[in-house]
Structure formats: structure tokens, C-alpha cells
């Protein structure tokens, strides 16, 4: 089944595959397992739900590598009205905000993208931090990595803690990771989620892991916050075993899941009195989103066939 990563998520690019896939009835309830809801209200709705059992959250505002600078003001407008409902519900502390930079301009060719959605991301910054909350800047493929943490270190400036995700599979993290363990430095590790060529990236899982857990040292030895972004249950436990040997209680890192994936693997670590935050995706746009998570997993993909063939 792994076989199937690369083709899976070349259709996560494909305009007719996008409109044969969200097209199709089934569809919208495979996808409602990983999506929150298509409105604000949804999204504070869970946000609600996940916090009465402990659980902090992370929301992300769907969408990616936005071609036009409407589409880029309209997201960061989307942050801007979903941290004021959040802080309207009282969900704002300790809540934070997950960007994806070329959401919000990063991808434009018409100006400077880079340039563009710092701009952006600095408004959704400063209205998150305001209200009590928090930004960490998704990351996505090896192309845009420069440009993302250029735009990690502005904004470091004016609120240091602005977290940003790592990917374990790419060749270079080792030495990005080095500039990222400073005091504070709150940074999620991830496998990667992305389609990458063998000359900048591990291709096979058994690779990846090992990167991630050489990441996991890293970090856990490090004077940053950890956050541990996997559902992998043995990332999970290693990631206990160098936080205890590292002296980190449950308040110096974090486990963080997607909404929907392990959700009692979620509780059982909080009933441990662990940190668990969980990543709530919601908008219309989430093709992209979701076909990444169709490719991570077999079950996945079976879960969305069965559902497909038995509505004929
Ligand atoms: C909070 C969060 C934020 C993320 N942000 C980014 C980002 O900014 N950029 C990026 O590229 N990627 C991001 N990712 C995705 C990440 O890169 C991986 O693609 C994704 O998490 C799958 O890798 P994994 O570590 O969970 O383990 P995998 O290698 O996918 O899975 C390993 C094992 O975990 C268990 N498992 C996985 N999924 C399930 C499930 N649905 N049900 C039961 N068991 C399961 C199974 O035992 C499986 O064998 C994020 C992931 C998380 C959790």
C-alpha cells in the first residue's frame, strides 16, 4: 500500500481528480471524519468540544498555494473573524493558530509571495496574540522551506514564540532543526506529508522514522518546546521515553494529532495528565488536505473505497 503514497498524492495536484473526487456525495462524509465543518461556527463548535475533555487545540483555516491576492487577503480575513469568535466563546487562550503560509500569498507569482504573506501572517500574528493565542506556521513542500523560515524569524521578532513545523523526512532538517532548540523555540516535529524526490528527501518509511527519532532527540535535549506531531505509536512512545530522560514534564512538550485520527489514543495520553493538542482543519477547500491523508494510510483509503462502493 505504500506503493500508493506517490500516485494518491499526485492527485492532490490534479484539477480533474479534484472535481471527479468533490464531486461525489460519499465523498463529503469520508471527508467529515478529518474536517471540522465548513464555518467558523463549526470550527469553534469542536474547538468547544475538544477543550471540555482537556484537549487544546490548533485550528487551521483550509486552503493552499492561494494564486491570486484576494484569495490570500480573504484567508488571513478568515483567521482574523475565527480568533475574534474564538475569543467571543472564551476558546482563545492557549489556543493557536496553524498557517500555511502559501494560503496566504506565499505561492503568488504576480508579486513578491514571500514578502506578501509575512504581511499576512504578521496581521493573523498580531490578532492571535492579542486575544491570548498562539501561531505556528505549517510547513509544506522542500521548495518553500527558505522562505518559511525567513518569515519564521521575522515574525520571531516582534512574539518569539511563533512555532513552526519540521519535517523529519527531509535531508536538510538536521541543520535547520540546530537553529530551532533556542529558549522557547516551539517547533512540531512531523514525518513529512509532501511528495518528494530521493535527492532531497528519505523515500522509505523505515528511514523516515529513524530521522524523526534522531529530530526527537534533538529537540527533547534541546531548551525549545517539542511539539510531537505523529500518530505513530512508536514515535509516541520514544517521545515519552527522551522527555522523562530529559527531565520535560507533561508541561515542556506537547503530543499533538489531527482531528479524527486516534482519538482515544488523544484521551488516553491526556487521562496521563499529558499536553494534547489537536490539529482542527475546517473550510471548504479541503481537497488538498485531504487527499494527504488518504495517501498516509492504508485504512484510510480503504474506509473511503468501501464507503464508495457501497453507495453504488
Ligand atoms: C498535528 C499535526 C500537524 C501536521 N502538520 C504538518 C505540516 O505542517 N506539514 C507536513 O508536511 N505534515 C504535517 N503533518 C502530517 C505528517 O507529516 C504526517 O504525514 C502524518 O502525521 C502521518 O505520519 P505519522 O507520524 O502520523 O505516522 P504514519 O507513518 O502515517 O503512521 C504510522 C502508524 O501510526 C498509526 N496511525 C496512523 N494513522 C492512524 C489512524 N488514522 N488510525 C490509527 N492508527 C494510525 C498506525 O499504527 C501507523 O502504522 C502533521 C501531522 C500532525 C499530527
Known amino acids: ?4 503514497r506517490k500516485p494518491i498524492l499526485a492527485l492532490s495536484g490534479s484539477a480533474r481528480a479534484r472535481s471527479l473526487l468533490t464531486g461525489l456525495p460519499v465523498t463529503r462524509a469520508v471527508v467529515d471524519r478529518f474536517v471540522a465543518g465548513g464555518t467558523v461556527a463549526d470550527a469553534v463548535a469542536t474547538a468547544g468540544k475538544l477543550r471540555a475533555d482537556g484537549l487544546q487545540v490548533t485550528l487551521d483555516h483550509l486552503g493552499e498555494n492561494t494564486s491570486d491576492t484576494d484569495h490570500a487577503d480573504a484567508t488571513v480575513a478568515a483567521y482574523l473573524a475565527l480568533i475574534d469568535a474564538l475569543a467571543n466563546a472564551g476558546l482563545a487562550q492557549g489556543a493557536e493558530m496553524s498557517v500555511k503560509l502559501s494560503a496566504v500569498g506565499q505561492a503568488l507569482t504576480s508579486t513578491d509571495g514571500s514578502a506578501y504573506a509575512l504581511a499576512g501572517a504578521r496581521k ?3 490578532a492571535a496574540y492579542g486575544a491570548g493565542a498562539r501561531l505556528t506556521l505549517d510547513v509544506e513542500d522542500h521548495t518553500t522551506i527558505d522562505s518559511t523560515l525567513g518569515i519564521l524569524r521575522t515574525l520571531r521578532e516582534d512574539h518569539p514564540d511563533v512555532g513552526v513545523a519540521i519535517q523529519a523526512m527531509l535531508l536538510r532538517t538536521p541543520k535547520d532543526l540546530a537553529t530551532l532548540t533556542g529558549p522557547g523555540s516551539r517547533v512540531r516535529l512531523v514525518k513529512g506529508a509532501y511528495d518528494e524526490p530521493g535527492k532531497v528527501a528519505f523515500v522509505e518509511p ?3 522514522d529513524r530521522a524523526y527519532v534522531r529530530a526527537m532527540k534533538v529537540l527533547m535535549t534541546g531548551d525549545g518546546y517539542p511539539m510531537v506531531g505523529s500518530h505513530d505509536p512508536r514515535m509516541i ?4 521515553k527522551l522527555a522523562t530522560e530529559a527531565g520535560r514534564g507533561p508541561d515542556a512538550y506537547e503530543h499533538q494529532f489531527l482531528y479524527g485520527i486516534r482519538p482515544d489514543e488523544q484521551r488516553r495520553l491526556r487521562a496521563e495528565g499529558k499536553t494534547v493538542r489537536v490539529y482542527v482543519p475546517y473550510g471548504s477547500d479541503w481537497y488538498g488536505y485531504f487527499t494527504r491523508r ?3 494510510r492504508p485504512a484510510n483509503l480503504l474506509f473511503f473505497l468501501r464507503a464508495l462502493l457501497s453507495r453504488g
Do not use: G
Open 294 to 296: 488518504l495517501a498516509e
Open 124 to 126: 493573523i500574528a498580531d
Open 206 to 208: 523505515h528511514q523516515v
Open 237 to 240: 512512545a520514544i517521545a515519552e
Open 1 to 4: 500500500m505504500f506503493l500508493l
